[in-house]
């Protein structure tokens, strides 16, 4: 994984016992993968770029925030496979995945972000070389869009504090009415926003290329006939990369995909 670029220290945060995710407790994150493919990526293709785990290493403020929304609610620990697979997918599908009710998932959500909005979206770091590929990627006349399951407003937060968020068109994410949750749903709200038509069978009629850490960032891509680059620093559990079309395992191996 690559190291952090930049990180934040939040001065006069305390956290609760119950807001420490034992390390050891967390499930290794590992990722089958094929060998790499032959051919490159479109250099000219259109760029989405998923946020957590494939621009900034993430994972703690999301669990401490998940581990914090649990604990307000008065809610057992989560458990560590689910805390493994916490970053990435819709927080709600998590919830449900976990048995809680609709309005215990929707007040777990509201505890869940009231400290993720002030706290949480600090605790995160860029990968290092992501800030100098972005830089040459948009310099090359690449067009680009963030596509995250994160809050919308809280991506651009985020992509702002590090001084990313220049080098996109558009930072697409999930609102705040959640009728745009899925990745698939975010993914056409990008591309509609690139302004790159779909036709009548649902693909795309224009190169694009995908580039994301988990399977959701695969499988809403593939909704559109829209190729997946799998990056491997991120939150991946095991299989999750298989129908991944290109699988890098450093941003340098991902600079030259890109053919930057």
Known sequence: MPEPLHTCTIEGVHETPAEQIPLAQIPPRITEAPSAGAQPADPGA????DLDGTLTDSFAGIANSFAHALDVMGLPPAAPEVIAGVAGPPLLDTLHAMGLDEPTADATMTAYRARYSTVGYLENSVFAGIGPLLADLAAAGRRMAVATSKNQAT????????????????????????????????????????G????????????????GDRSHDI????????????????????GE?????????????LRTLLGV
């Open 46 to 49: 259109a760029l989405l770029l």
């Open 155 to 194: 991506a651009i937060r985020i992509l702002e504090h590090f001084g990313l968020s220049e080098y996109f068109e558009l930072i697409a994410g999930a609102s705040d009415d959640g009728t745009r949750r899925s990745k698939a749903d975010v993914i056409a709200y990008a591309l509609a926003g690139l």
């Open 219 to 238: 499988e809403g891509a593939a909704e559109f006939g829209i190729p997946t680059v799998h990056v491997e620093w991120g939150y991946a559990l095991d």
């Open 196 to 211: 790159v038509e779909v036709d009548a069978t649902g693909t795309v009629s224009a190169p694009v290329v995908m580039v």
């Open 241 to 253: 990369a298989g129908a991944a079309a290109w699988i890098v395992r450093s941003v340098p191996e």
